[in-house]
Nanobody
């Protein structure tokens, strides 16, 4: 059974940096296309960054130049490095995965992902 666990949430000051991890168990990460999504209070869940099996990343405009998604298949872990954090980045961050896709595939639509973690809270104070 596939499980995703997000780690690294917490509180950080505006302008600071933070890194989230998503540990995948029950299967090899190399089989999965991965994504990070977030949901701020009172808002819908939105995509943040996605990465294909061949390591091609994509980022939302709102985090372009500040956030970086990466993967370490040997460690079965996906990362989200967040720099220059802003109060509007405050949200619950979710890791998502899907398998059986071509190596180049990734998608910004959350409905395309089968597996989800429970989320980890990131709070950015001004």
């Amino acid at each position: 059974q596939v499980h995703l666990v997000e780690l690294g949430g917490g509180s950080v000051q505006s302008g600071g940096s933070h890194r989230l991890s998503c540990a995948v168990s029950g299967a090899a990460l190399s089989d999965f296309s991965m994504g990070w999504f977030r949901q701020a209070p009172g808002k819908g869940r939105e995509w943040v960054a996605v990465i294909s099996r061949d390591r091609t990343p994509s980022r939302a405009d709102s985090v372009e130049g500040r956030f970086t998604i990466s993967r370490d298949d040997a460690k079965n872990t996906v990362y989200l490095q967040m720099n220059s954090l802003k109060p509007e980045d405050t949200a619950m961050y979710y890791c998502a995965a899907d398998r059986g896709r071509p190596a180049w595939w990734s998608d910004i639509n959350q409905s395309s992902y089968t597996y989800w973690g429970q989320g980890t809270q990131v709070t950015v104070s001004s």
